[in-house]
């Protein structure tokens, strides 16, 4: 019974530790997950700027009036899908290429020129931030379904650690209550043998005399 009791505590103690270093671990990848998105939706902020600034330096002739209408549905799909509680990969993926296929070819077939002709603006430094921007949400795009598969992980293992240490108790139980029942039957056995030997005729003559 002493060691039955020894190893309960010891598991239980065990699992104490994992369950606090388990949730210890969720807590930090979740922190992790919070400041990717925060970035993740700087970067965001930062390609409407420059949407805006591109669409109100050119002006509304050529390919501009279709660009800046699919672009902008584009961008307003990405940001539906960056802020959903679980991203998904192929949906924010697709989007934001989408969204760099778009405006490449937009640049170079007419935007890079008319950003010469009539600005007093770098059209390669121009292109270079977006580029750059929309590189900086696919890096933190991954960070955050990353983290938030690290964190599914972990919530899995925790699952299972309980399911085993309930699995355990329970087992563990049912040998307590076996060793007890073993323990009654033989404390009766005894006490049946006892009062048989006195009940016995040859017993009770040495008893008497």
Known sequence: MSNSNTNLQTQTSSVLQNDTVSSCSISNIQEKTQLSRSRCMHSL???????????????????????????????????????????SRTDCTTTLTNLRTKFENAFNSEFEERMRKYTRYNAQSFNDAMICTMDSIRKYMLEIILHQQRTLHLLKQKTLMQTQEDHSNQTQALNSDSLKVDLVVKQNSCSEKEDSQRLHPANQQRNAA
């Open 45 to 87: 902020k930062e390609i409407k700027s420059l949407f805006k600034f591109l669409s109100e330096t050119l002006q509304d002739y050529g390919t501009m009036p279709i660009f800046k209408r699919t672009f902008s549905q584009d961008l307003d799909l990405l940001e539906q899908h960056l802020t959903k509680d679980i991203l």
